[in-house]
């Protein structure tokens, strides 16, 4: 696969979402997708994998399956499933949502230019946006809430967070809020590119 991302060098462009569970990552990305852009989200390859192994896609389940694929396969072994499906795609520019270890944003700058956008919200934010979206692995009680933000940092998401390009705050936003500023962080870097 290393030749193939090295063909692919310079061009494909990807944006990539980061920022801890709950922050605002997939209403980022679905402004972003509204624009015609396709979006990758790397829980949902941690998702199916939960799935196809018969286990039910819990926090529990997925947390297991997403340390023994990067025990496996290596700290970037979720970015090179993700780069596996976009490379075999006609896909030239991108979202990469859920970008969570340095690994992975070295294998995505690897195979094109990356964009990293880092969205913030506080715990208590955070915690009540996960309530409200529902998904199947989001935690509905504050432990368990509280241990998922800790096995997440344990894996370098603080780091990730920390040398992100663009930082932009959803403590008080509102998801149309949230998208606009996005949206124009990645209009001036896609004209930045052009120009």
């Known amino acids: 696969m290393e030749g193939s991302i090295r063909e692919a060098r310079g061009s494909l462009m990807m944006v990539g979402l980061t920022g801890m569970p709950g922050a605002g990552k997939s209403t980022a990305g679905q402004a972003l997708e509204s624009l015609g852009v396709k979006r990758v989200v790397m829980g949902d390859v941690i998702r199916e994998e939960t799935k196809r192994r018969g286990l039910q ?3 529990e389940n997925t947390g297991k399956v997403m340390r023994e694929l990067r025990a496996k396969f290596g700290e970037a072994a979720v970015a090179e499933l993700c780069l596996k499906k ?7 520019f991108v979202i990469i949502d859920g970008i969570r270890s340095l690994a992975e944003v070295e294998a995505f700058r690897k195979a094109g230019n990356l964009l990293l956008i880092a969205i913030q919200a506080s715990r208590e934010r955070r915690f009540r946006l996960l309530k409200e979206r529902g998904r ?3 935690p509905l009680l504050w432990d368990t809430f509280v241990s998922r933000d800790e096995r997440e940092l344990a894996i370098g998401l603080g780091n990730v967070i920390a040398l992100a ?5 959803n403590e008080h936003s509102t998801p149309e809020d949230l998208g606009r500023m996005v949206v124009n962080i990645v209009t001036r870097w896609r004209q930045s590119l052009a120009g």
Request: avoid cysteine.
């Open 136 to 138: 199947s692995d989001d």
């Open 86 to 92: 976009l490379l075999a795609s006609s896909e030239r």
């Open 57 to 59: 896609p819990d926090p």
């Open 165 to 169: 390009d663009e930082v932009v705050s």
